[in-house]
């Protein structure tokens, strides 16, 4: 069984915000769980009062016979019950008019809930964007082929296909089963949350004023993404096993090749080796104003090893400041660098890691710091030849 720490539903002052008609509409498909658990709910709002204390004990508590649905209905109406969330959830409800109850004294817990009766894919979509707004590191996985297939959506029946055989490795390493796949699109490419199960957890709790645990088992999102553009797959995950298993299964459902995607190395921090501050050029690149070295790192193997940090505002300017070059010795692991785009008030932070790792402070400024990273050589087997086929990209959902 999948289940979370619930944040708002453990209090019973934010239950009480919920309108009772509508939260016991919500709870009603459940009548029989909650009178097992000594909860008796009323027939209507006009019957009697729904006993929130306990609720939220029951809330706070689940055990191996909370329902799955009663969970996965709990879980995205909490994430989702926040000002951020209901902005989102109220924009969506718009566009896609949906009539919720009127007047201005809804709570965000209240609005989420109001979604999920209404359309629950709604309330579960936008939580997988709320998810996939929080990513900011990726591994970066380039498809090895001169010309790229094209791309097109995958069916409901190739997801579906998907999950089982990802399901098939989280059971065998004892995460269980019911992984859940969301799709969407944004500017970069088509994202792909993916719910799983993680290793059990036991938690010490209070069950009725008696000290008890609770043996349950989190929900862990991943992210993949594919970019069309580039003919390349990024991946956010815990694990090394976990990036291997998605790096292979996607490449097989989406295209029919498991290794279409190898693994290579992508970055290379040598250009600042090589030209210096010319590395950071950016005569031919729109969009961005100057790029300033940071930090970098540098590794130096033997017994023992040494990491070697070298940080300032601006690290070509401080060797230069003291009549010293770019160190020759060490291989460089690591760069930071400020970032001062056309659009923005104040710089941001780009780090790159040789191989596949990328990090930025805003998603959308992976277009614009890639194309220099390109131009100046921090991307390896860069300028691919392109397909002649058209690729289709998943439409807004």
């Known amino acids: 069984m999948a289940t979370f720490t619930l944040r708002r539903f ?15 509409a919500f709870l009603k498909p459940h009548r029989r769980f909650f009178l097992s658990r000594g909860v008796t709910l009323p027939q ?11 609720l939220a004990r029951v809330f706070i508590t689940p055990d ?7 969970i996965d209905a709990l879980y995205f109406v909490d994430e989702m019950a926040t000002p951020e969330g209901m902005d989102a959830l109220l924009a969506e409800a718009k566009q896609q008019k949906l009539k919720l109850a ?15 009766l209404l359309n629950s894919d709604i309330l579960e979509r936008k939580h997988a964007q709320h998810c996939m707004a929080k990513v900011r590191s990726f591994e970066y996985y380039q498809m090895d082929r001169f010309r790229r297939p094209a791309f097109t959506r995958p069916s409901d029946k190739q997801l579906k296909a998907l999950a089982s055989d990802l399901d098939d490795w989280f059971e065998e390493k004892k995460r269980g089963r019911g992984t859940r796949i969301v799709m969407g699109e944004k500017d970069d490419g088509v994202w792909f949350l993916v719910r799983h199960g993680d290793p059990y957890k036991r938690e010490e709790s209070i069950d009725g004023g008696m000290t008890s645990s609770v043996y349950y088992r989190p929900v862990k999102p991943d992210v993949v993404v594919y970019s069309p553009q580039v003919g390349e797959l990024r991946i956010n995950a815990r ?7 998605y790096r292979t299964k996607f490449g097989e459902h989406l295209f029919g090749d498991k290794n279409i995607f190898p693994g290579t190395e992508k970055y290379t921090l040598d250009p600042l080796r090589a030209l210096g501050e010319d590395s950071l050029a950016l005569g031919d690149i729109d969009g961005i104003e100057w790029i300033k070295l940071r930090e970098v790192q540098f590794f130096f193997g033997g017994n023992p090893w040494e990491i070697v940090t070298r940080k300032s505002e ?17 291989r460089i692991i690591r760069a930071t660098f400020q970032v001062k785009f056309s659009d923005a008030k104040t710089p941001r932070a780009v780090v790159i890691k040789p191989s596949n790792i990328a990090q930025f402070t805003r998603d959308d400024d992976s277009v614009l710091v890639e194309r220099w990273l390109e131009a100046r050589g921090f991307i ?9 086929e058209p690729e289709t990209l998943l439409a807004s959902s």
């Open 10 to 24: 453990s209090c019973p002052e934010t239950l009480k915000a919920i309108a009772p008609v509508r939260f016991l």
């Open 44 to 54: 209507s709002a006009t019957d009697g009062e729904l006993d929130y204390e306990e």
């Open 64 to 70: 191996g016979e909370t329902p799955k649905e009663l």
């Open 102 to 116: 009127a007047g201005s004294d809804h709570s965000p817990a209240d609005i989420a809930i109001q979604i999920w």
């Open 239 to 245: 694990s090394k096993g976990e990036k291997e298993l």
């Open 314 to 330: 601006d690290v070509f300017a401080m060797f230069k400041s003291r009549n010293k070059s770019f160190p020759e010795g060490g």
């Open 380 to 388: 390896i087997n860069a300028g691919v030849e392109e397909s002649d």
